[in-house]
């Protein structure tokens, strides 16, 4: 770190927050020393306007070093005129679409990036406007281009694979099931997946300009609404970042519901998943007996929360409800379900026709796992022993006696065994987890928020690691609100893993990563 | 005028009239039966697979739900008739009607009990062998003419599996030809009822075997269900029919699964017979007229469809690769060994079989 710090302009500290402002000669050579000799996880990269503070904009590159609790952050500031940054993508691959994300929304331009092509904006979004920016206006300017009918400025350009007997197959936007927008484009040969290119972001959104218009405590109905199966990780994120900006400290009452619920929304998405996988290989009652679970833990969830989702219950400071008064009702659904889910998982591993398809299908190799900054259920099934749990213990986890699993094969199997795993793991903290009382209440007193503050606040989502980082402006309200789902880290992984398999097999390897499209076109 | 009719009408003429109005109707019944019974089987499948999911099933037209492939059938029939721009159209018209077509010829050779069939021809066998095969133009015509990658892929994906899992079939079933000495289905009935087990399962067992599992290939059944595998080519070959058009490869692949469960229930099964010492031991039913045996055909015919759909909601979907493997790495193998064993023993120990 002392190579670092040496060279940095400014630091800063937060919690377990270090912050190093470097200048734009050391920016790329600091991220690389980071990454390269202390086998850094690039966690995100986000980009903020600050020219109300002091004229500049900012980029925040978040890195975490296995084995410490620290997040390290190298910022690097940008004044008018020079828009440009050095791209660091060409060293760490995992960069390459938050680099294409800042250039879309805030038009910095990350020098020697190899892709030029938009990421989030849609083709005929006008050029040269920056949503992102805090002198963005909609309704003036961009509006009346966009009615004047000068579309596609800049019409995407897929990747083309050329070669004798190779044919494109075009899935989507729209699909035969109920899910979400995105296009995928095979190149194939025969049944062999030569290329596959997907194309996301048909729903974005502007969630994190609409953050900063809506105020931090109507932010948490916000995020809740995100991504639907991740609903309690996103609000439980985002409130941490909140907490931890103004320097509340919540009650441990309101810490182990908040970790007790987030194991039950695992639960409820691992076990889900489980079932989901087994409609990919058409094993109707895998499919069945998963939903049939997973339908019992949201009744739970809505008999312990009144949302099934678990919506409405987090708040800036604590929790609204006491879940721990449904001891009872907790302890035997979650008997009944660990009954019912071992059967089912021993009926899956008995189908023999079952395992052979998971088996080999959707490789991904441990190296392109780590380049990409795969994170999550993917990552710990191609050997990355990563959990946020464990590498930033928040809420109750540092006291919870539990280890992350990691297996090395990086198939569909591993990915179906490593929920399994988990799933187990978090029957038993739930299990440990009603065994004690918490002192406390349920909320913690507000208290202001310090203008220009900051903060990051994160989870463990059943997808992977959550993200949200907030800074407030000078009468407390936000000024940038930055969240980044599991789902934005993997997406880039699918093409990896499905590169060599035959078609009918990549619904089965997309579901292995159950992905969600709106945790990624935000 | 009078002399044209007395040369017209001989006592020979008037037998030949009757012959063709008895295969008329016998022809309006069969169809009309069979195709009843195709649209009973889409509910049936329902009910069993919700059943074995823990759901209900249809439930809500007439009561339990009986009206439901009506319902069906009236949707169907009334939705809008969508061709695609590009499509082959006089292909594209016709595939379904040979589809549906070749399903419902096969209806004819089926003897249904004792004397009751359309056409007793002494071919019956390879006859509905030739009908299967040309179900499997139906598709490639459909998914040709469609002009989509989907239903193009769809169609070429069922032809391999068709014509590789035909030779599989025909095999399977030579040893019930060497077995009954014929290839006329209701010979081969009257055979196995002489046969002391009554059914040719027991010593065909490995027919039998590679026999199901053929047919569900046959058939486009999970687990070979490929060809219109939803979750991955969208619908298959069928991909750009819609209402009527759609209902006839809807209907014809029925047919099909009806037509192959009477196959097994003619040749393994016993068709409408039971076994001799169920015979001797009640001897009451053998005064019973013939027509009753054609619930002891719809029983076995029906227990042979509930497999079909306990396979269906238990096994998941094999990959292409492992299909074709299956085909003929083991099941071709295996009929081949059948073949030689029961020839073998046929003309050796000559009373035995």
């Known amino acids: ?522 | 005028m009078k002399e044209i009719f007395e040369a017209i009408v001989t006592p020979g003429s008037i037998d030949f009239i009757l012959k063709i109005v008895i295969i008329f109707l016998k022809i309006v019944v069969v169809v009309a039966v069979g195709l009843l019974h195709v649209a009973f089987a889409t509910y049936f499948e329902r009910k069993v697979i919700a059943a074995m999911q823990v759901r209900l099933g249809p439930r809500e037209v007439g009561p339990l739900g009986l009206f439901q492939p009506f319902a069906d059938g009236i949707k169907l029939f009334f939705k809008e008739d969508i061709i695609p721009a590009n499509a082959d159209k006089p292909i594209f018209y016709l595939a379904p009607v040979i589809f549906f077509v070749a399903a419902l010829t096969s209806l004819s050779v089926l003897p249904y009990f004792d004397g009751f069939v359309v056409a007793d021809i002494n071919v019956g066998l390879l006859f509905i062998f030739a009908m299967s095969s040309l179900g499997a133009y139906g598709i490639v015509m459909s998914g040709w003419a469609s002009d989509s990658k989907y239903a193009f892929l769809g169609g070429l994906r069922s032809a391999s599996q068709i014509i590789s899992y035909e030779i599989a079939m025909g095999l399977s079933l030579v040893g019930v030809m060497i077995m009954a000495g014929s290839l006329n289905l209701s010979e081969i009935v009257r055979a196995q009822s002489q046969y002391p087990t009554g059914m040719y399962a027991i010593p065909q067992f490995l027919g039998f075997f590679v026999f199901i599992v053929a047919a569900f290939a046959e058939t486009n059944r999970l687990p070979f269900d490929l060809p219109e595998a939803e979750s991955e080519l969208v619908a298959g070959y069928f991909t750009e029919y819609s209402g009527f058009r759609f209902a006839m490869f809807f209907l014809g692949e029925y047919t099909g699964m009806l037509i192959m469960s009477s196959i097994a229930t003619l040749c393994f099964l016993g068709g409408w017979t039971l076994p001799k010492f169920v015979m001797d031991l009640l001897p009451f039913l053998s005064q019973l007229p013939p027509f009753v045996w054609v619930f002891v055909f719809l029983a076995k015919v029906y227990a042979f469809m509930f497999f079909y759909y306990w396979v269906r909601s238990t096994f998941p979907r094999y990959r292409y690769d492992q299909l074709m493997a299956i085909g003929w790495k083991i099941l071709i193998p295996l009929a081949l060994a059948n073949i030689v064993f029961t020839g073998v023993v046929k003309s050796w120990f000559k009373g035995l079989l």
């Open chain 1, 1 to 522: 770190m002392d190579y670092i710090l040496r060279k940095a302009i400014k630091t800063k500290e937060n919690l377990n927050e270090i912050y190093m402002e470097v200048s734009g000669y050391d920016f790329r050579d600091s991220c690389v020393y980071i990454y390269e000799k202390k086998n850094a996880i690039l966690r995100l990269m986000f980009a903020t306007d600050e020219r109300p503070v002091d004229g500049s904009f900012r980029i925040y590159t978040v890195f975490s070093i296995p084995g410490d609790e620290r997040l390290f952050i190298i910022v690097l500031s940008l004044k008018e005129p020079d828009m440009t940054f050095p791209s660091i993508t060409p060293y760490i691959p995992a960069a390459h679409w938050y680099e294409r994300e800042i250039r879309d929304m805030f038009g910095l331009i990350p020098e020697g990036h190899p892709d030029p092509r938009r990421l989030v904006l849609h083709d005929s979004f006008p050029a040269g406007s920056y949503p992102l920016r805090k002198d963005w206006n909609v309704i003036e300017r961009d509006m009346k281009e966009w009615g004047e009918g000068k579309a596609v400025k800049e019409p995407y350009k897929f990747m083309e694979v050329e070669g004798e007997g190779i044919y494109e197959i075009p899935v989507g936007p729209v699909h035969a099931g109920i899910i979400e927008p995105g296009h995928f484009r095979f190149s194939a040969v025969g049944e062999t997946i030569i290329f596959l290119e997907p194309r996301l972001f048909y729903t974005h959104k502007g969630t994190e300009k609409h953050f900063e218009k809506i105020g931090f405590t109507e932010g948490v109905r916000l995020s809740e609404r995100v991504s639907g199966t991740s609903s309690f990780s996103h609000s439980a994120a985002y409130c941490m970042a909140v907490e931890r900006m103004t320097g509340l400290d919540i009650t441990e009452n309101a810490k182990a519901i908040r970790t007790l619920l987030l194991e039950l929304e695992r639960l409820y998405n691992h076990i889900g998943d489980i079932g989901n996988m087994c409609a990919g290989t058409g094993l109707a009652v895998g499919y069945a007996r998963g939903a049939v679970i997973k339908e019992h833990l949201m009744q739970l969830n809505e008999r312990l929360t009144g949302s099934r989702y678990l919506r409405g219950i987090n708040i800036i400071g604590g929790v609204r409800k006491d879940v721990f008064i449904h001891r009872d009702d907790l302890i035997s659904t979650i008997d009944a379900v660990t009954k019912e889910y071992k059967e089912m998982m021993k009926l899956l591993l008995d189908t023999i026709s079952h395992v052979e398809r998971l088996e080999n299908t959707g490789k991904l190799s441990n190296e392109i796992a780590r380049k990409l900054g795969v994170t999550g259920v993917a990552a710990r099934a191609s050997g990355i022993n990563d959990d946020m749990r464990k590498a930033h213990p928040h809420l109750l986890y540092g006291r919870l006696d539990f280890e992350p699993h990691s297996m090395s094969r990086g198939d569909v199997f591993a990915r179906m065994m490593i929920r399994a795993e988990e799933t187990e793991c978090s029957i038993s903290i739930v299990n440990s987890l009603l065994e004690n009382s918490y002192k406390g209440g349920l909320v913690a007193e507000m208290k202001e928020i310090p203008p220009y503050s900051s903060a990051f606040g994160y989870t463990e989502s059943p997808r992977g690691s959550m993200f949200y980082w907030v800074m407030s402006d000078e009468n407390g309200e936000p000024l940038r609100v930055k969240l980044r789902a599991p789902s934005y880290c993997n997406w880039p992984a699918v093409p990896f893993a499905v590169h060599g398999n035959i078609v009918p097999d990549f619904p089965l390897c997309n579901k292995s990563f159950n992905l969600s499209y709106s945790g990624c076109d935000m």
